[in-house]
């Protein structure tokens, strides 16, 4: 069972990682009637870039290098699924850190769509479920 989020942009939260409000980490708080509902529009691009950044950041030794979201990446070409000890043996890191960068992760992911979509189409909406 997952929980999805459907609109402009569509996909799955991850699991036990990634909550179904973690949009609002871009700047718009999602409306709670049964579903979360989101909205970006033109004026939001600037809230959602500083957001992208700031997980960047997050995702990075240096200012530039992103070196643990490139480290996961590769991490998942070369694995199906995972788990959080095989993971954060391969990474070389605690599971607590792990679970930090998963979330950073998943976080940039969403990040990256609604952005993509506000370029496309110059507006973002979707509904996250609870």
Not at 46 to 53: A, E, L, S, T, Y
Not at 71 to 98: C, H, R, V
Request: net charge positive.
């Amino acid at each position: 069972m997952g929980r999805y989020y459907n609109g402009d942009i569509q996909g799955k939260f991850w699991f036990g990682v990634q909550p179904s409000n973690d949009a609002d980490f871009f700047g718009v708080i999602g409306n709670r009637p049964e579903r979360l509902e989101y909205y970006f529009g033109a004026d939001d691009k600037p809230k959602v870039n500083k957001g992208i950044n700031i997980c960047r950041k997050e995702l990075s030794k240096s200012n530039t290098d992103l070196y643990w979201k490139k480290t996961i990446d590769e991490f998942f070409k070369t694995n199906n699924g995972y788990n959080d000890d095989m993971m954060a043996k391969a990474l070389g890191i605690t599971k607590t850190k792990l679970s930090y960068l998963l979330e950073i992760y998943a976080r940039l992911e969403l990040g990256l769509q609604i952005r993509k979509c506000l370029k496309n189409h110059g507006s973002c909406e979707f509904e996250a479920e609870l």
